[in-house]
C-alpha cells in the first residue's frame, strides 16, 4: 500500500533510447510502464528521449519537443548519426568474436553510432534538478552518457544479460556510480554482481505485467484465417534474438509437426529456402489486444532468444494460459520456467525441433503444462505491488532537489530540439 501523506516533490525523470506506442523493445517497456506506475502514484513525470522509433536507422521520425502521454511528460530530443558507423561495425564484431577491445576501441565503439546532444545538454543545464534519473538500458548512448552527468541522482535499470558488452570496462563507472539500481529479476542482478561494483542500493523491483480482462482466441483464428495449431513469436524478428534459429528449426518440422508460425512485431521476416510461405503468418505491428489474443489462440509460445533480462513476453504468454517453449541459454527464461513449471527449455536445434513437434502431435496435452503459468505471473508481478515498491524505494532512496526541472507545472514547456 502506498504512503498518500509520502513527499513525492520533485520530478522523476526516466530516460530510454526509444519511447512510443509503435516501439517494440523491452526496456521500452518497463520505462513506459514505470512512468505511467509512478504518475499513478501522484509524481511528477517525465520521459527525457530521441524522436527516434526504429534502432537500426536512428531516423528521427517524432518531433522534437515536449508533449504529454496521459500524466507523463515527454522530451523529445533528434538523435544524431552523423559519424560513417565503420568503427562501430568492426569493433563490434571483434567484440562477437570474444576479442578484447583497448578502452579508447571501446569509446570509439560507443560513440560512433547514435548520439544525442540535445539530451546530454538538458541533463548536463538541469540534471540537479530532478529527483532521480532512471536510465534503461545500460547498453545505449542515451544511458551510457547521461548516467555519467549526475549519478548521484541516477537509478539505473540496467536490462542486463550475458553478452560480450556487458564486459566492457566502460561500463564500471554507470553500475559502481549509480545512486541505486533496479534489477527485473535475481539472475539479472546476480549477474551484474559478478561483473561489476555495485552501489549499496540495489533491489530486485521485477516488472509488472497487465493481464487483460478478456481474451478472444476464436476471434483471433476467425480474423486469420487460422483453423489448426500454431506456435507464435513476439518481437524483433532479428538473429540477435534467435529469430533466424527458430525459422530454421521451424522449416525442419512443420510439415510432419503439422503446425504453422504465427509472429508479430518488427523486423523483416525472410524465409529459408524450404519454408513456404503459406506456413508463416506475419502480423507485422499489432496493438496489446491483438498480441494478447494471439497468445491466447497459440498452441505454444517460442521464445529463441538468449540475450534476455526479462522477458516479459514469456509471461504474458503464461497469463493468456499459453505453455512457453524457451531458449535455455537465457538464464532468467530458464529461472523463469523452472519457478512456473509451465513450459520447457531446450539447449540445441534439435530439442527445439522436438519440442515443436511435441506441440504439433498434441497440442491439448502440450498446453496442459501451461495451467500454473497465470498464476506465477499474478503471484510475481502484480502491477500493485511492483508499482508500490518501486514507489517506496524512490521515497527511500532519493530526496527532492532544490529546484524543479525547468517546464514542470501547469504545461508542459516546448524545448528539445538538437543543440
Not at 3 to 26: K, Q, W
Not at 80 to 107: I, M, N, W
Not at 254 to 275: C, D, I, K, M, Q
Not at 298 to 311: H, T
Request: charged letters at 25%; glycine letters at 10%.
Amino acid at each position: 500500500m502506498t504512503d498518500s501523506d509520502a513527499d513525492r516533490s520533485g520530478t522523476i525523470a526516466l530516460v530510454p533510447p526509444r519511447y512510443g506506442p509503435e516501439v517494440v523493445g523491452g526496456a521500452e517497456a518497463v520505462i513506459s510502464e514505470t512512468a505511467h506506475m509512478l504518475a499513478a502514484r501522484g509524481w511528477e513525470v517525465e520521459i527525457l528521449t530521441t524522436c527516434a522509433r526504429d534502432h537500426f536507422t536512428w531516423a528521427n521520425e517524432y518531433p522534437a519537443g515536449t508533449s504529454r502521454d496521459g500524466d507523463v511528460t515527454v522530451r523529445r530530443f533528434e538523435t544524431q548519426t552523423d559519424t560513417p558507423g565503420v568503427h562501430r561495425k568492426v569493433l563490434g564484431d571483434r567484440l562477437l568474436s570474444g576479442a578484447t577491445l583497448t578502452l579508447a576501441e571501446q569509446q570509439l565503439w560507443m560513440n560512433d553510432s547514435l548520439r544525442v546532444s540535445g539530451l546530454w545538454h538538458h541533463v548536463l543545464d538541469h540534471g540537479a534538478s530532478y529527483r532521480a534519473i532512471v536510465l534503461a538500458p545500460y547498453m545505449f548512448w542515451t544511458t551510457f552518457a547521461v548516467g555519467q552527468i549526475r549519478p548521484e541522482r541516477t537509478i539505473l535499470m540496467p536490462c542486463l544479460h550475458d553478452e560480450p558488452a556487458a564486459y566492457l570496462d566502460i561500463y564500471q563507472p554507470l553500475f559502481s556510480g549509480a545512486r541505486g539500481i533496479f534489477f527485473l529479476s535475481d539472475p539479472e542482478a546476480e549477474l551484474a554482481e559478478r561483473l561489476f561494483r555495485l552501489p549499496a542500493r540495489t533491489e530486485v523491483v521485477g516488472s509488472a505485467i497487465t493481464l487483460p480482462d478478456r481474451y478472444d482466441p476464436d476471434g483471433f483464428r476467425a480474423r486469420h484465417g487460422l483453423d489448426g495449431p500454431f506456435i507464435y513469436y513476439a518481437g524483433r524478428r532479428e538473429w540477435a534474438k534467435g529469430w533466424t534459429e527458430l525459422l530454421d528449426a521451424f522449416r525442419r518440422v512443420h510439415r510432419s509437426a503439422g503446425l504453422r508460425l504465427v509472429t508479430s512485431g518488427v523486423g523483416e521476416v525472410e524465409l529459408p529456402p524450404g519454408l513456404p510461405a503459406d506456413r508463416v503468418l506475419d502480423l507485422g505491428f499489432v496493438s496489446d489486444d491483438e498480441r494478447n489474443d494471439a497468445m491466447a489462440a497459440a498452441a505454444a509460445y517460442v521464445q529463441p532468444s538468449a540475450l534476455e533480462s526479462f522477458s516479459r513476453t514469456v509471461l504474458e504468454a503464461w497469463g493468456a494460459g499459453t505453455p512457453v517453449i524457451a531458449n535455455d541459454a537465457s538464464e532468467v527464461v530458464r529461472w523463469h520456467v523452472q519457478r512456473s513449471g509451465a513450459g520447457v527449455t531446450y539447449r540445441s536445434q534439435r530439442e527445439l525441433m522436438e519440442a515443436l513437434a511435441l506441440v504439433g502431435a498434441d497440442p491439448d496435452a502440450f498446453g496442459a503444462m501451461a495451467a500454473p503459468g497465470r498464476d506465477y505471473v499474478v503471484e510475481h508481478y502484480d502491477p500493485t505491488r511492483i508499482g508500490d515498491r518501486v514507489d517506496q524505494l524512490l521515497l527511500d532512496w532519493t530526496s527532492p532537489p532544490a529546484t524543479p526541472p525547468p517546464g514542470t507545472g501547469s504545461s508542459p514547456v516546448a524545448e528539445g530540439g538538437a543543440r
